[in-house]
């Protein structure tokens, strides 16, 4: 009776968390951060380069993937204000950035030269669909010039797979007034990444307890 009891609680518990959050997909986390850094990126105010994206694609799974932080890796820095600058994924159009997805994720913490750097969405996630290529866009929004931000990048060859995703060979800078130009064989150095929702970690310690009592019941039960 006892067992029956918590294997009841513990499947209306299992409903009401699908039920309530929705199905998503399995976590999604690459990097080329370890990448050897061939070149520092500028990224100057009010100036002729105002956008840096970066390829990636999503892998196959089902639902969708829920993009919490991007980390990119600060080459160098001096005097200048990091809330200017935002990080945003774009969907990809004929090998180009097309339209953002999601809101912008910010800068956060202590900007450290010769350290990845978080960008994140407090608020919610950035979803993404599966076997569909995509941008990592960092954008300078200041409307003044000031000292550069300089982001690492490599030059590598072959793309670089992780969970879910792989990271592509391909850059492209935006210049104004002349549109998305594109380079092979250069990427920045990237972590993109998503964590469980809550949900999530509620099903699992809910799952675990469940177990544990259905375990520790059986063997008090006589035959």
């Known amino acids: 009776m006892k067992i029956t009891l918590l294997r009841s609680i513990f ?35 009010n100036n002729t380069l105002k956008q840096i994206a970066t390829s990636f ?14 980390q990119l ?16 994924i774009f969907t990809d159009n004929a090998g180009v950035p097309g339209s953002p997805v999601g809101s912008s994720l910010t800068a956060t913490g202590i900007a450290s030269a010769g ?6 969405n407090i608020g919610s996630p950035v979803s993404l669909a599966p076997s569909t290529n995509y941008w990592v866009v960092i954008k300078n929004t200041a409307s003044s010039n000031g000292t550069p931000v300089n982001w690492a990048t490599a030059n590598p060859l072959t793309p670089t797979t992780g969970l879910n995703a792989t990271i592509g060979t391909t ?7 002349t549109g998305w130009t594109t380079f092979a064989n250069t990427a920045n150095l990237v972590h993109i990444t998503s964590v469980p929702e809550p949900s999530t970690y509620a099903l699992g310690a809910i799952g675990a307890l469940t177990m544990g009592y259905v375990a520790r019941g059986r063997k008090t039960v006589k035959v």
């Open 11 to 45: 499947v209306a518990s299992l409903i009401m968390v699908i039920g309530g959050s929705g199905i998503k997909a399995a976590n999604l986390d690459v990097s080329n951060l370890n990448e050897t850094i061939q070149a520092a990126e500028s990224l100057p105010a």
């Open 57 to 70: 694609s999503t892998g196959s799974f089902v639902g969708t993937a829920d993009i919490w932080k991007v």
């Open 73 to 88: 890796y600060l080459n160098s820095f001096s005097s200048y204000n990091l809330a200017n600058l935002s990080v945003r």
């Open 115 to 120: 350290a990845a750097y978080d960008f994140t």
């Open 171 to 177: 850059q492209a800078i935006n210049y104004v007034g």
